[in-house]
């Protein structure tokens, strides 16, 4: 008996991971009334993410969206589709507070295609790895996150530290 053979696919050199993690760093600074926010399964409270916008980005954001991994991807292309018509100024940028203790799925990775396919190219996505109480995470969650996001290859996709 053998066991069957199994493939992962090339394994990546030591040194790419720093690249990719520089480059989904921090998003460029300032302020803006286009600022929407989407909630990830359920990362933050509402009053959280706002508190955290008006504190590191200067606004308290303007529509809330809230979606996870048990919609599929109909539901999150129609759910965007209702967000994005009803913005009284169009979307310049989109913070995504996600759960930062937990690794990134597939599925999210799923979701920022539907979601770039959505907004369309010119919005910028900063992704806040954040906990419960709104602020930290640990370093080493934070480069899983911008290792993860940094393989989409987006330059408009950024990852920002919960407590910078």
Not at 45 to 52: C, I, N, P, T
Request: a negative charge; hydrophobic letters at 40%; proline letters at 8%.
């Amino acid at each position: 008996l053998t066991p069957p053979h199994v493939d992962f696919g090339p394994e990546l050199p030591e040194e790419a991971g720093s690249d990719r993690v520089s480059s989904a760093a921090a998003p460029p600074a300032g302020t803006d009334e286009g600022t929407g926010i989407l909630i990830w399964n359920q990362a933050v409270e509402e009053s959280g993410a706002r508190r955290w916008l008006t504190e590191r980005m200067g606004t308290p954001g303007g529509s809330l969206l809230s979606l996870g991994v048990r919609s599929s991807s109909e539901g999150w292309t129609a759910a965007l589709a209702g967000f994005l018509s009803d913005r009284d100024t169009p979307l310049t940028r989109l913070a995504i507070f996600s759960k930062g203790w937990e690794p990134p799925l597939l599925e999210f990775s799923d979701f920022l295609e539907a979601l770039r396919s959505s907004v369309g190219d010119a919005v910028t996505i900063v992704v806040v790895p954040i906990n419960t109480r709104a602020d930290g995470i640990e370093p080493a969650d934070r480069e899983i996150w911008a290792e993860f996001l940094g393989r989409h290859g987006d330059p408009r996709l950024y990852v920002m530290d919960a407590d910078s």
